[in-house]
């Protein structure tokens, strides 16, 4: 075993790396037993080992054991409907300004992806979800990550967004459903005047549509964008792009409600 971290302990997240950096995730329970083709790992001792620490397999596989950052849990957790990925997440906390003590409505909640990362930026959400096992998985899938603590400021409710919104003191309104503009009816009186709407959309015929709508509602300083994400080879003198890239995952837009 590795020189010790932070002490790891029941019910904590971890992750498992492999020698060929493949990534399991799992949460530590006494007596369970963490199994793949290469033997077995006691979650016993994992519990208290050290985060960095090196555990060996009953068949003598290697495993770096360490904490999963917000990034890896939203590529591994249970999900159902589709996640924003971190490509897309980190542009919107800048695009949508999102800051501690905001007041954020964000409809289509899916599996929480998003929700994780503005609840650690210290926003207050109230989230809109039309499916019920969703806005469960989402809720199960913050507790996980930042702690029960963390829905306190999370609070979801079964509602469609199109039909309304209740409130009209929103400094956000975060959108990822299939037709946005017809949330802007809504969305005109829920945001307070000079304020920031963002609407993740797939399609580019979508991003048109909601532009439009956008221009007809008064919205100003509208703008869209999309995310390439291109990662690079290096060993030694062989220095080239990924073979494989993560290119169009979707499109960003963002505008103010004018007075």
Request: aromatic share 8%; glycine share 10%.
């Amino acid at each position: 075993m590795s020189a010790p971290g932070s002490m790891l302990s029941e019910g904590d997240l971890v992750l498992l790396l492999d020698s060929k950096a493949r990534r399991y995730l799992l949460t530590l329970q006494p007596g369970k037993e963490f199994h793949s083709h290469a033997g077995y790992i006691s979650h016993d001792e994992i519990i208290g080992a050290g985060e960095g620490a090196t555990l060996r397999s009953t068949r003598g596989a290697t495993y770096t054991v360490l904490r999963p950052t917000l990034s890896e849990f939203i590529l591994k957790m249970p999900r159902g409907a589709q996640v924003i990925y971190p490509k897309d997440i980190g542009p919107i906390l800048m695009m949508a300004d999102i800051g501690p003590g905001l007041k954020v409505l964000e409809s289509g909640v899916g599996s929480g992806a998003l929700s994780m990362a503005m609840l650690r930026c210290g926003v207050n959400i109230t989230g809109y979800e039309l499916r019920e096992e969703f806005a469960q998985r989402a809720k199960d899938n913050v507790a996980k990550f930042l702690g029960a603590d963390a829905l306190e400021r999370y609070d979801v409710h079964l509602r469609d967004c199109y039909e309304g919104i209740d409130g009209d003191d929103f400094d956000r309104v975060i959108l990822d459903l299939p037709e946005p503009w017809n949330v802007l009816p809504h969305a005109t009186t829920a945001l307070r005047p000079g304020e920031l709407i963002l609407s993740y959309s797939p399609s580019l015929v979508q991003v048109m549509q909601f532009r439009d709508a956008l221009d007809k509602a008064g919205f100003i300083l509208q703008e869209s964008l999309e995310v390439l994400n291109r990662g690079w080879y290096l060993e030694g003198a062989a220095v080239r792009p990924d073979h494989r890239m993560v290119a169009h995952t979707g499109f960003l837009t963002t505008a103010r409600r004018s007075s």
